[in-house]
Structure formats: C-alpha cells, structure tokens
C-alpha cells in the first residue's frame, strides 16, 4: 500500500483528552540505559509508538526522521518509541536499513507504553503540549513531513490544552 493509500484510510487526529500520568513512562535508549516522558516535561513531544515488524510503521519511520531533522531543534521534540521485545537487536539494523540515524529512538521492550497510553493499534502518535497535556493522537501512518500535517501539529500545540495531563 502507498503511503497516499495508506493516509486515505487514516483516522483524523483524535483529541479526546485522556488523563492519566504519562510522566510515569519509562522506556530505554538504544545503549540500555534509562528514559522516560518525564525527561520531556516543559517540552512539545510528538511521541510515535511503532515496531520494526508493524509494515506501516516502516513506511512512515522516514518521514518522521525528516520531519525531526526539518524542525532542527524547534518543538515539538520528535522520538520514537519502538515496543520490539527484543529491543535494539531487531530496531538498530532496521534503522541501518532505513538510513535513520539521527532519530531520536527509544526502546520499550515491555510493553508498557501501549497500556500507558491506551493504544491500540500501531503505529500511534501522539502529540503532548509543554505543559504535558495529550493535543493530538494519530493512528495510523502519516506523512509527517509534508505541510498540510506540519501545520496541523503547530495548530495542535498553539490552542490552549483541553484537559488530560501527561
């Protein structure tokens, strides 16, 4: 399937506030040492949760590595975390295959943040404001870098929060 395929079947962003601590979130780096959102917190996040043997998840890790490096350090911050049981393993030579080496990944190799986050399907996105409040939730692969989804996000995070809290 095409990506333009793909975003054709795509649900629209999802802004149904859902409180819960997102703060609590612990994940991995690729080197093993320990992350999580809290590490975030005072910052714009656009968070994909995906897995090296989700297709479409493989499909969208591109653009979202554009999308990272196009923002060049302006928010939100762009990571990735991959829920692959067998962490880096099977996510560093996916990454060598896609040529994405400046993304910033995160491993989950438990599981954990698909509970955390009530997700459902992979991959999902979801955009947090500074301020920890869930802005925007994407299922689904998008073209991350291209304008029409630039500007959705910017829109996402300029409006004021509605409820939830990381």
């Not at 999308?67 to 049981?85: C, E, F, N, T």
């Amino acid at each position: 399937m095409t990506l333009a395929a793909a975003l054709s079947y795509a649900v629209v962003a999802d802004r149904t506030p859902r409180p819960r601590n997102a703060d609590a979130l612990m994940f991995q780096r690729l080197d093993g040492s320990a992350a999580g959102l809290a590490s975030f917190r005072g910052q714009a996040v656009l968070l994909t949760v995906w897995a090296t043997w989700c297709w479409s998840c493989r499909e969208e890790m591109p653009a979202l590595a554009r999308l990272h490096r196009s923002l060049d350090g302006r928010p939100p911050a762009v990571i990735a975390l991959s829920v692959d049981r067998d962490g880096a393993e099977v996510v560093e030579p996916l990454l060598d295959q896609l040529n994405i080496a400046d993304l910033p990944v995160y491993l989950d190799p438990t599981g954990a943040s698909v509970g955390q986050l009530s997700i459902s399907g992979l991959p999902t996105t979801i955009l947090f404001g500074p301020d920890g409040s869930e802005r925007g939730r994407w299922f689904g692969v998008r073209a991350w870098d291209e304008k029409p989804m630039i500007d959705e996000i910017a829109a996402l995070l300029a409006r004021a929060p509605q409820g939830g809290a990381r």
